[in-house]
Nanobody, 127 residues
Framework: QVQLVESGGGDVQAGGSLRLSCAASARTYNSACMAWFRQAPGKEREGVAFIAKVGGTGYSESVKGRFTIDKDSAKNTLYLQMNSLKPEDTAMYYC?????????????????????WGQGTQVTVTR
């Protein structure tokens, strides 16, 4: 069974922090790559943070130094710690998994490479 369920979104003032969680099924948690994407109204979905099965991470330039992706194997959960939030971070945030059988790293940061998606959690940052 494939399952991704996000939580932790909400409203926060600029400069504040939020921690998003994504509860995954065991199969999904062991994906080659897991990631956080976001989509603002009228904009394309963009990848913001990626973590490979073997542990390497990557970030978009817009969040580098402010966001941290990590995961807890005991809980099959992916996290996104977001600090120094800005109004332009306002978006629906999605957890995604690239199952790529046999793979152990993030082969692509494009949405087309990710097989499964959560339902999203809204983050709104006010001035």
């Amino acid at each position: 069974q494939v399952q991704l369920v996000e939580s932790g979104g909400g409203d926060v003032q600029a400069g504040g922090s939020l921690r998003l969680s994504c509860a995954a099924s065991a199969r999904t948690y062991n994906s080659a790559c897991m990631a956080w994407f976001r989509q603002a109204p009228g904009k394309e979905r963009e990848g913001v943070a990626f973590i490979a099965k073997v542990g390497g991470t990557g970030y978009s330039e817009s969040v580098k130094g402010r966001f941290t992706i990590d995961k807890d194997s005991a809980k099959n959960t992916l996290y996104l710690q977001m600090n120094s939030l800005k109004p332009e971070d306002t978006a629906m945030y999605y957890c995604a998994a690239d199952l790529w059988y046999g793979g152990t790293w993030c082969r692509s940061h494009n949405t087309a490479s990710f097989d499964y998606w959560g339902q999203g959690t809204q983050v709104t940052v006010t001035r």
